[in-house]
């Protein structure tokens, strides 16, 4: 084996362990990465799954107050109603 | 008389080198590959195809002022091609799996040890009076370890041009073999209880982190990896496209017209580098030699850090899917599957197997970029 082949070799040598060891480094990077969004994104959900849950809490605070929640207004409507046919057909 | 052999002088026949038809045979013979046995058809069909007219006596293909002389310049030599594909390939490929079990990041690394261990084979074929591969060629043909066509070619035309006929063969030859390379090896290095192994079913994950995952890749590698931002940079760019929602015509068009029209002339410029003066020589025998071990080595350290990591890990991790670390996607998943699946019938690996697989194309993708670092011009 000539010394240029053994050069050669050395140099794939550090290019094997460098290159490797730089893969691994930046791929837990990259895992640490993804746990970072994973968790900012469970601090922060997304709108469109926040807005149902922001809508019920805001229809359960209004109920402390003079509004009506919707399936109440419309039961009420709906006895109202037939309590009106009941009243006239007598 | 004089007009007949002028005649016979303008066709092909008196000027056919024998090596310009074994060259068309070759080409023949990949459209069998692609048309017979559906080898990677969307490439070895034009790539084969390419092969044949490159090497047509007096119609100067390759030769400057020809056809595939331009494309091969406007589209390989400056790497734009295989960056589009990447782009392609980054709106086609879906990352929940991987973002779902981040730990498959490192099968995705383990898969790249082929590549590095590829090296030492060829400067040791260099021992042989036949071969004189420089360290840039090695690194150019050790990169078919990573399985993944485009990266390849995109190295290939940056590290070894003159090699890059015989190298995009090789690798996309490889990657249609996957389902015979691989089993054995998978076999080889697991016991048949390693194989039924079932895994926890993933997590649903969320738009917003899918949005946010490729820019978390781009800002790494910006930083930390720039020679590996043309190939990452696309891919990631792709995937924005396909997971932001908003722009889905471009990731239509990235994901199929494009992808389809760049394909085509991909496959063509590679075929034209498969001229007999390139092709036919020892170099391509030690090319596809050292691609086969590449993507062995690949496979079984995948394998390999799959077993190391279950040993560790409180959950389940069947060591079949370490062999999916070696991009080729999504073919090497689909083989995790199959063979998961002859171990246990009701053990379906597709899903978990997708995570190393997607990890093995950013892998492929920094390790090339390490090399062009490293040993590039």
């Known amino acids: 084996m000539d010394t240029q082949m053994t050069d050669q070799l050395i140099e794939a040598g550090v290019l094997l362990a460098v290159g490797m060891s730089v893969v691994f480094a930046f791929l837990t990077l990259l895992i640490a990465a993804i746990h970072a969004i994973a968790w900012f994104c469970r601090a922060f959900p997304s709108a469109e799954i926040e807005s149902p849950k922001s809508h019920q809490k805001k229809v359960s605070n209004n109920t402390s107050s003079t509004s009506v929640r919707p399936q109440i207004a419309a039961a009420i409507t709906a006895a109202v109603h037939t309590h009106r046919h009941t009243t006239l057909r007598n | ?377």
């Open chain 2, 1 to 377: 008389m004089e007009q007949l052999l002028i005649l016979w002088e303008s066709t092909s026949l008196p000027h056919f080198d024998y090596k310009q038809i074994i060259m068309m045979f070759v080409g023949f013979g990949l459209l069998y590959l692609a048309i017979v046995r559906k080898f990677e058809p969307l490439l070895l069909l034009p790539i084969g195809f390419g092969a044949i007219l490159t090497n047509i006596p007096l119609a100067g293909f390759s030769e400057a002022g020809g056809l595939l002389h331009y494309i091969y310049e406007v589209g390989v030599s400056t790497g734009v091609f295989p960056l589009l594909i990447f782009m392609g390939v980054g709106a086609m490929t879906d990352f929940s799996a991987l973002i779902a079990n981040p730990r498959m990041l490192l099968l995705g690394a383990a898969a790249q040890f082929g590549i590095f261990a590829t090296l030492f084979g060829a400067i040791l074929l260099n021992g042989l009076p036949w071969f004189e591969f420089t360290l840039q060629d090695a690194s150019a043909i050790a990169i078919i370890g990573g399985a993944d066509g485009p990266t390849a070619i995109f190295l290939a035309s940056k590290l070894a041009p003159d090699l890059l006929g015989a190298i995009a063969v090789a690798a996309y030859s490889y990657m249609a073999l996957v389902p015979i390379i691989q089993p054995p090896i998978m076999r080889a290095l697991t016991t048949p209880e390693e194989r039924k192994l079932p895994m926890a079913q993933l997590r649903v994950v969320t738009k917003k982190e899918k949005i946010l995952f490729p820019l978390a890749v781009l800002v790494l590698t910006l930083i930390l990896l720039p020679a590996a931002t043309p190939l990452v940079g696309m891919f990631c760019f792709g995937n924005l496209l396909k997971e932001c929602g908003v722009v889905d015509r471009l990731s239509n068009t990235a994901q199929n017209e494009l992808i389809n029209i760049v394909t085509i002339f991909l496959g063509l410029a590679v075929g034209s580098r498969l001229s007999a003066d390139k092709f036919l020589t020892a170099e391509t025998l030690g090319i596809l030699a050292l691609g086969a071990v590449a993507f062995s080595i690949g496979t079984a350290s995948g394998v390999i850090m799959a077993k190391i990591m279950n040993r560790f890990s409180k959950d389940n991790i069947n060591p079949l899917i370490g062999a999916a670390g070696v991009s080729a996607v999504p073919m090497a998943a689909r083989v995790v599957n199959k063979v998961g699946l002859e171990a246990n019938p009701h053990n379906f690996l597709l899903m978990h197997a997708m995570g190393p697989n997607v990890a093995g194309v950013l892998g492929s993708a920094v390790a090339a970029g390490i090399l062009l670092a490293l040993v590039g011009p």
